[in-house]
């Protein structure tokens, strides 16, 4: 889950909702490849997997609409720390999928 502290205190509340919606989309997308992952015909045909889907439409649409109603510089500001993060995650991942562990890394000197 990811916190996003704005530049202009003025604007936190907006940029909450920004990052509140963004959250939900990450966790809905993700529910969503699991089900696309264990479908074996079209996606389209799931009814489980459109529910998700129109789900993850809407929430994308509204942190869209709450990125919208900032500044510039609060939204290059999210979209920085959003992308740091994801880059994070995926090479925590990456080493979890290679079977390399933080304590591991950490008792070997690396």
């Known amino acids: 889950m990811i916190k996003v502290t704005s530049i202009t205190?003025?604007?936190?509340s907006l940029v909450n909702k920004a990052v509140n919606w963004l959250n939900k989309y990450d966790a809905?997308?993700?529910?969503?490849?699991?089900?696309s992952d264990s479908l074996e015909g079209d996606e389209s045909d799931s009814k489980e997997w459109r529910q998700i889907n129109k789900k993850c439409e809407v929430s994308f649409d509204k942190?869209?609409?709450?990125?919208?109603?900032?500044?510039?510089?609060?939204?290059?500001?999210?979209?920085?720390i959003t992308t740091q993060e994801w880059e994070t995650e995926c090479e925590h991942q990456q080493e979890?999928?290679?079977g390399i562990h933080d304590d591991y890394l950490d008792r070997s000197g690396y």
């Open 9 to 12: 205190p003025k604007n936190q």
């Open 28 to 35: 809905y997308n993700a529910q969503r490849d699991l089900i």
């Open 96 to 98: 979890v999928d290679l």
């Open 63 to 80: 942190y869209l609409d709450y990125l919208c109603d900032l500044p510039k510089r609060e939204q290059d500001n999210i979209e920085e």
